[in-house]
């Protein structure tokens, strides 16, 4: 669908701009001609009262029943199931925008949480649409199946990065009591036989916190092995049948 729009102009034509702020309860609605804007405000998922709203819009903005909707939203954590759902249930084109390729104020720092507001999404989209391709950067929509395996990639970057924060933690919990020696298997055995930097016993809460994060450690070491096993799985090429 991106495709085909970067072919097109609709600079002249009748044409319903739409865009959506999304929140967890609510969602903001843009709509535009061109010339005339209309906004609300609806309950986020409620998709009778949407479809509604892009009827009525039509009329308020005096635009024909059968017009194009063109739909845009910021990319964020709903990821693609609302665009999906506009697309194919909806019946209406719809684009998302890549959040860092959104220009900002240089004197306003914007934080990756901040979200530009409805109306500046539809001059974004009204400047895209109409020919300028470097307003914006559009994000390529993945199939459910690629979806699907850029999750099982995260979650294995993920663990990775969280096996990494335990062993910090646990050095970092020992340095401060003068203790540097490695982690080895039987952390919790030898916690019982060391002293602090001064030869005293460590604290039973020191110990207690240690034990936790190094179940936790091993916890993580596990899953990341799991998904090894998986991924090997995945790219093992099929064995051919044997012959007699």
Partial sequence: MT??????????????????????????????????????????????????QIDLAKEKLHLPEDCPVICCYEAGRDGFWIHRMLEEEIGITNLIFDSSSIEVNRRKRRAKTDKVDVRALLRLLQRYLNGERKAVSVVQIPTPDEEDQRRFNRERERLIKEHSAHIARIKSLLIQHGVRTPIGRNFPEWLETIGDGLGNELGPNLKTELVREYERLQLVKRQIGELQQEQKRRIKPEQPPRTH
């Avoid at 085909?4 to 701009?17: E, N, R, T």
């Avoid at 865009?19 to 967890?24: G, Q, R, V, Y």
Wanted: glycine letters at 8%.
């Fill in 3 to 52: 495709t085909i729009l970067q072919s097109k102009d609709y600079s002249g034509k009748a044409v319903l701009y739409m865009a959506m702020e999304l929140s967890n309860a609510k969602w903001k609605l843009g709509f535009s001609n061109g010339s005339r804007d209309r906004s609300m405000t609806i309950a986020a998922g409620d998709w009778k009262v949407l479809s509604r």
